[in-house]
């Protein structure tokens, strides 16, 4: 038999949960997210849960809200794409960022990942060339309050000379062959993640470590980014 204080608690469970789905409508959608990504083989607790708090319909164009959640690349405008969220878990498992790292990304776009990256470590630098994206994904940063994001509208190929070296580097767009200059930037101890290939060839993600002052590189999955643009001189 149930007593009355245990209805009032079943009550109170109920009642709860119902305010939070209203108040969270996109809750349900999330949660499925990152059982996918679970079912896919990424552990790293602390990257489930940055993804789980990170908005991803915030930074989707209003086009494609509905599909925010699903395990699948969305485009952003200007050509370009926010990354598919298992993708974006993958990558973030393989930096291993600690919260004292510095972090520097190439290719902000929707600013998606900078925001993941950002409750993960203590400051993100990313750049973005398409003009229009950088601002844009500038003020959605701000707007949602990601402070320690730092986005700077320009060519990332050379880098960020003035903050460098970096604990991390990541790319998400793609070059023909990493940047030697972005290894250079590179701290000791630190882990570079980023695709390269050919376009219109298959490429592949690399983890490049730099240990004792020596480059260690792992190629990892074959993967699909958009090409990293070089801009002529
Ligand atoms: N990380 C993004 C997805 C990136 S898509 C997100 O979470 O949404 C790749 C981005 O790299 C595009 O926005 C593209 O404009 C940018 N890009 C391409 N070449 C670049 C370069 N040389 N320097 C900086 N950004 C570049």
Same mark, same amino acid.
């Given at each position: 038999m149930l007593n009355f204080s245990m209805y009032s608690k079943f009550a109170f469970i109920f009642f709860s949960s119902i305010t939070f789905l209203f108040s969270n409508p996109w809750e349900k959608e999330k949660q499925q997210m990152i059982d996918t990504l679970i079912q896919y083989g990424i552990q790293d607790k602390n990257v489930l849960d940055a993804m789980s708090k990170v908005p991803r319909h915030e930074f989707v164009p209003k086009a494609y809200k509905s599909y925010s959640y699903e395990d699948t690349p969305l485009p952003i405008g200007f050509g370009q794409t926010i990354s598919q969220p298992y993708i974006v878990a993958y990558m973030t498992e393989q930096l %291993?960022? *600690? *919260?004292k790292d510095v972090v520097l990304e190439i290719g902000? @776009?929707?600013g998606y990942q900078a925001a993941v990256l950002s409750l993960l470590a203590k400051e993100i630098y990313t750049i973005e060339i398409v003009p229009e994206l950088c601002e844009r994904s500038k003020k959605t940063l701000k707007q949602l309050g990601y402070n320690n994001v730092f986005v700077i509208c320009g060519d @990332? &190929? *050379? @880098? &960020? $000379? %003035? *903050?460098? $070296?970096? %604990?991390r580097i990541l790319l998400t767009a793609a070059p023909e062959k990493i940047p030697e200059i972005l290894i250079q930037q590179l701290k000791d101890n630190g882990i570079l993640v980023g695709p390269a290939g050919k376009i219109q060839e298959l490429q592949y993600l690399y983890k490049i470590q730099k240990i004792n002052h020596k480059i260690i590189e792992k190629k990892l999955i074959p993967v699909r980014f958009v090409p990293m643009v070089k801009p002529s001189k």
């Open positions: %291993d960022v *600690k *919260k902000t @776009g929707s @990332g &190929y *050379k @880098g &960020y $000379p %003035d *903050k460098a $070296p970096f %604990d």
